[in-house]
């Protein structure tokens, strides 16, 4: 949050001088994206976002909930206010890993973990997401894989993503790769289904279709 | 009834002796089993962060395609991979509940001359064998029974979770069940459900981590000898890192991890060449030694 700094304080003890800065510690209506919620819950299954009775069920039987920056019950609430920056750009939404734990327990049956995923594609969609975080990384080379071969081949898809990451990394985890190469559990061969041709015409129709609704 | 699989990615690669001993374990138990002609991705976790309608009609590519292949219309797609099985359901009630994005869906697989009808079902091989197929015919198939076998079953995720209605999605007992009809002691163990890390032991590798060790621990603190997925991406966190977990973390972790459906072939007598065991890192043993003399039993 980029909240505005009125003054400087200099508090001088025995140990040391500290510079303490005055900011302001809450953000006005008015700087708040109030469309930003309804925008969230217009996607699939998101409409019961707004319902939710902030009970923290989400955050307390979420596994990841201690290594987030805003727990699971606040994205929800954060979402709903219009703290889309905040929201867009927390680690959260990249933690979450699709266990559906809140979803089933919700009160409210919101579908938290899809109200993630919408953020996740939002937060890719304009650019708010930390460039060598791996996780949207891995996303987007998956992705890219999918739509030309029709399957996903692992040990490529690793590749690609070390080497938009993290080089060094790949060195480290290539003994892991030999001995799943050498047990028959890798290959590295890419995967492909055999009408290529058919899925990439569903899926450039999936986008036409999409130009059209919009229009 | 009419079984078609649907191996996913991971089957053909991390998971091979998912799909070697599931393959195996059909055979052994008669039950008719046909490939999916020219599957596609199932779209995975990533793909929806992506794009969702198109990760939909992948999914419903596979879905379309069991229809035309099953002849009857009414498939039964078995899909052992718990991220396929998650997304596969998922698409499927996503467009009952949306038709909009079914007429989305269809719009394009109607270029291919394709057609979401809907009338597949999505199911995972665990529920087959437990409740198509039945415990009793299992237990009567035995021929190795898993004596004194401490077993820790793990459900995972996605297999449970949420739109599965085969088993409770917090406490589910099906391979619990499955396991005292082949003759072994599956462990009361409340972590069965929660996640093993997924993905994050590839990206956010010290989070993942810290997640699969807390349930191999406790595994391991309830003296389970081994630890059983259906799933090939808890397997792979759960079983490829206990040495990087005991270097980083200094602990004593030391459990094997198989599929179920390996333990359920041992216990039928199908050889472990087949059911793929060769390829574990961490290998089991079946039998637990009778105990000597006067030692006492454990409970
Ligand atoms: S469990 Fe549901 S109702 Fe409770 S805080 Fe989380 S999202 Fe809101
Ligand atoms: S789905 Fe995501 S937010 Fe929900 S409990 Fe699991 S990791 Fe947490």
Redesign the pocket.
């Known amino acids: 949050m980029i909240l505005p700094t009125f003054a400087f304080i200099y508090s001088n003890n025995k140990h040391k001088t500290e510079k303490k800065a005055v900011v302001r510690r809450i953000k006005y209506e008015a700087e708040l994206d109030h469309n930003f919620g309804e925008h969230i819950a217009a996607h699939a299954y998101g409409e019961r976002l707004m319902s939710c009775i902030q009970c923290g069920t989400?955050s307390a039987?979420?596994?990841?909930?201690h290594y987030?920056d805003y727990t699971?019950r606040k994205?929800i609430a954060m979402t709903r206010e219009g703290f889309k920056e905040e929201v867009l750009n927390s680690l959260?939404i990249w933690?979450?890993?699709?266990?559906?734990?809140?979803?089933v327990q919700c009160p409210r049956q919101i579908h938290?973990?899809d109200v993630?995923y919408a953020l996740k594609r939002e937060a890719i969609a304009s650019g708010y997401f930390p460039r060598r975080l791996p996780i949207p990384v891995l996303a987007k080379a998956f992705f890219n894989l999918v739509k030309r071969n029709g399957r996903n081949t692992e040990s490529w898809l690793l590749v690609n993503l070390y080497m938009r990451t993290n080089p060094f990394k790949m060195f480290k985890e290539s003994i892991l790769g030999l001995r799943l190469l050498l047990a028959g559990r890798m290959s590295l061969i890419p995967d492909r289904i055999k009408r290529r041709a058919e899925l990439s015409t569903i899926l450039k129709a999936v986008q036409a279709g999409k130009g059209a609704s919009k229009s | 009834m009419n079984y078609l699989y649907y191996p996913g990615c991971s089957l053909h690669s991390t998971g091979r002796a998912y799909h070697e001993s599931m393959i195996a374990v059909f055979k052994a138990l008669e039950i008719p089993l046909e490939e999916l002609d020219d599957w596609n991705c199932c779209g995975a976790t990533s793909y929806f962060s992506i794009d969702e309608t198109e990760a939909f009609a992948l999914a419903a590519r596979n879905l379309e395609l069991a229809e035309n292949q099953s002849g009857n219309g009414n498939a039964n797609l078995v899909a052992p991979c718990a991220a396929c099985y998650l997304v596969l359901t998922k698409t499927q009630h996503y467009l009952t509940t949306y038709p909009d994005i079914k007429n989305k869906v269809n719009d394009a697989l109607d270029k291919v001359g394709l057609h979401y009808e809907g009338k597949t079902s999505v199911r995972h091989p665990l529920d087959v064998l437990v409740n198509d197929y039945g415990l009793e015919e299992i237990s009567r198939r035995v021929k190795k029974p898993l004596k004194g076998l401490k077993v820790a079953c793990y459900y995972g995720?996605q297999v449970v979770r949420p739109f599965a209605t085969f088993d409770d999605a917090l406490y589910p007992t099906s391979m619990d069940r499955l396991v005292k009809a082949l003759g072994g002691e599956p462990i009361d163990w409340p972590l069965k459900t929660r996640?093993c890390g997924g993905s994050l032991t590839g990206t956010i590798q010290e989070v993942g981590l810290r997640l699969s060790r807390a349930l191999l621990r406790d595994a391991q603190k309830r003296k389970a000898d081994i630890l059983i997925t259906c799933c090939p991406l808890c397997q792979h966190n759960l079983e490829c890192y206990q040495g990087r977990i005991n270097r980083k973390m200094h602990d004593h972790i030391d459990l094997p991890v198989a599929y179920f459906t390996q333990l359920m072939g041992v216990a039928l007598g199908i050889p472990e060449k087949e059911l793929g065991i060769q390829r574990l890192f961490n290998k089991p043993h079946f039998t637990v030694e009778a105990p000597m003399k006067g030692e006492p039993v454990h409970a």
């Open positions: 989400c039987t979420c596994p990841l909930s987030m699971p994205v959260t933690l979450c890993a699709s266990c559906y734990s809140c979803v938290i973990t993630m | 995720c996640c």
